[in-house]
């Protein structure tokens, strides 16, 4: 059967050592002796001794304490799946859904916590049209971002129209340390023109004029036309911005780009297809200002993009920390009470309610 040390065992194998050992013990070797020609830990036979003696079965049990004193309440769960099948929620993933409820006061429990809830409850099924990623792509090496500001990245991407070949186009600069989208147009054509425009726009909003040459922004992009235009080199040449390019046929060197366009076109409004530019500027006015604001942004602990620009995205974590903390010690309080068999006035047992931890 091979080794017995740290083998999970059956109840009758356990049977069979202990008389094995009591025999030996009979003839004068000692229990320490013969655990160590079985290869087994002589505690555990020591321990199987005991419940022999104490009357206790064999049988193999369950790890862990049976009443886990973090365990979740009743009222945890309920808020969990009021929140989960309401309309406003019903899109977001178990993560998203959970920091959520973490910044308006809801509920206070870890992401892994969430989703078994979920999966217990038919809830936790994807609805991501997508293929995940096979794991296996390596990120190009980049110098450490410590503020926004100090790289950015851009491209274009195609939206399709109601008229089949023709394609409506989305210019899209973001900076790499918050996410947030810096400027944004979109165009009937890919040119320099556009690509300045949005260049020059990103720069007007975020004051880089203002700011010492040594500390201006590198800007990532990849290799196509509109980046490798003249007008568009000059202009980080002039400004004395770094231009560095991706690789060629390789988006993982510029994936911070390349991911937003895919939560772009995930977003559970999106149309799919535009009428006109009019219909695409309208949209993305409103999107861009839900991603910037609203949106929990997984790459930065689940913060949004403005608040991680503004610099407050580790305040943000410590505080959610502090109120996860908080809430396991209420927890094991009431299971304390519940365990005390405390009763309220409908001899019911008395749990902690939303208000509690308000």
């Known amino acids: 059967m091979g080794p017995i040390k740290g083998t999970w065992l059956e109840t009758r194998i356990k049977q069979e050592i202990l008389v094995v050992v009591g025999r030996a013990k009979g003839q004068g070797c000692s229990v320490r002796k013969s655990c160590q020609m079985l290869t087994i830990n002589r505690r555990r036979v020591v321990r199987w001794q005991g419940r022999v003696r104490n009357g206790i079965q064999l049988n193999n049990l369950k790890p862990g304490a049976k009443t886990p004193w973090n365990r979740l309440l009743p009222v945890e769960e309920d808020q969990v799946l009021e929140m989960a099948r309401q309309e406003a929620y019903v899109d977001m993933s178990h993560r998203i859904l959970t920091v959520t409820a973490w910044d308006h006061g809801r509920f206070f429990l870890s992401f892994s916590s969430t989703y078994r809830i979920l999966r217990a409850a038919g809830l936790a099924a994807s609805r991501r049209g997508y293929h995940p990623h096979n794991g296996k792509s390596i990120a190009p090496v980049r110098k450490e971002l410590t503020g926004p500001n100090q790289r950015w990245c851009w491209d274009i991407s195609y939206l399709l129209t109601e008229e089949k070949g023709l394609f409506l186009y989305l210019y899209l600069l ?4 918050s996410r947030k989208a810096l400027n944004w147009l ?3 054509e890919q040119s320099a023109r556009e690509a300045k425009m949005l260049l020059d726009g990103g720069m007007l909003n975020e004051n880089v004029l203002d700011l010492p040459e040594d500390d201006r922004p590198e800007v990532v992009n990849d290799r196509g036309r509109q980046m490798k235009a ?4 000059r202009l980080f040449e002039d400004h004395h911005m770094p231009q560095l390019f991706a690789r060629p046929r390789t988006p993982n060197d510029n994936p911070f780009i390349e991911s937003s366009f895919s939560t772009v076109k995930r977003h559970p409004e999106y149309p799919g297809r ?3 530019r009019e219909m695409a500027v309208q949209y993305f006015t409103g999107y861009f200002d839900w991603y910037n604001n609203d949106h929990y942004h997984s790459g930065i602990n689940y913060v949004t993009p403005d608040q991680a620009h503004r610099g407050l995205m580790d305040e943000i974590v410590r505080e959610r920390a502090e109120k996860l903390k908080q809430q396991r010690l209420l927890r094991k309080e009431a299971n304390q009470i519940n365990k005390m068999c405390l009763t309220g006035p409908h001899n019911q047992p008395i749990l902690l ?5 308000l």
């Open 174 to 177: 973001l900076d790499e340390y």
């Open 274 to 276: 535009f009428l006109d």
């Open 353 to 357: 309610t939303r208000s509690a931890y």
């Open 230 to 233: 003249k007008p568009v080199k």
């Open 186 to 188: 979109i165009s009937w």
